[in-house]
T-cell receptor
């Protein structure tokens, strides 16, 4: 079956530090990959996505590249801010018409001034 | 503005009582989903619906029921058969199978005492 593995948190960084959150996946076929962000007490928001190998998704300074050879989709940001403190979820959708998004367990990021 | 509305935000119920969580969307999305979120376990799919009057079980459907009588609405009933109902419940919708990502509501926190 499909699965997503994220690095365990919590991750604590100082403001302006470089962020990497690792994500690897197991899936059949050619999945689409996503990063979602959840702020305290809220639902999830789509942060970025990539639909095929070597695609780079980007949004709000965050980036992730779909690496089929390493089955990875690591999230990066060059300079984090306090407002980036949230829980980040990696997810995959296995093929068109799948209707079932598979999530990782989430990584909590805390950014301190 | 279009979006998903979940109500109430907080819900308290006594053990053994059924409770219904509301989810309404005005995005004209065909598909809707219910997820359960527990600390350290990520999101787990309870039920999903691709079209009106049709729905499928997800990974943890036992003790839950849903209906989809209208495109805009996908209520979730947590029955007394659900052994551990205290959790954060998230509703989501998508245009089709979710290739463009899901839109999430802000969640309902259910506490059973």
């Amino acid at each position: 079956g499909n699965s997503v593995t994220q690095m365990e948190g919590p991750v604590t960084l100082s403001e302006e530090a470089f962020l990497t959150i690792n994500c690897t996946y197991t899936a059949t076929g050619y999945p689409s990959l996503f990063w979602y962000v959840q702020y305290p007490g809220e639902g999830l928001q789509l942060l970025l996505k990539a639909t095929k190998a070597d695609d780079k998704g980007s949004n709000k300074g965050f980036e992730a590249t779909y690496r089929k050879e390493t089955t990875s989709f690591h999230l990066e940001k060059g300079s984090v801010q306090v407002s980036d403190s949230a829980v980040y979820f990696c997810a995959l959708l296995s093929g068109a018409g799948s209707y079932q998004l598979t999530f990782g367990k989430g990584t909590k990021l805390s950014v301190i001034p | 503005d279009g979006g998903i509305t979940q109500s109430p935000k907080y819900l308290f119920r006594k053990e053994g009582q059924n409770v219904t969580l509301s989810c309404e969307q005005n995005l004209n999305h065909d598909a809707m989903y219910w997820y359960r979120q527990d600390p350290g376990q990520g999101l787990r799919l309870i039920y999903y619906s691709q079209i009106v009057n049709d729905f499928q079980k997800g990974d943890i459907a036992e003790g839950y029921s849903v209906s989809r009588e209208k495109k805009e609405s996908f209520p979730l009933t947590v029955t007394s058969a659900q052994k551990n109902p205290t959790a954060f419940y998230l509703c989501a919708s998508s245009i089709d199978g979710g290739g463009d990502g899901y839109t999430f509501g802000s969640g309902t926190r259910l506490t059973v005492v």
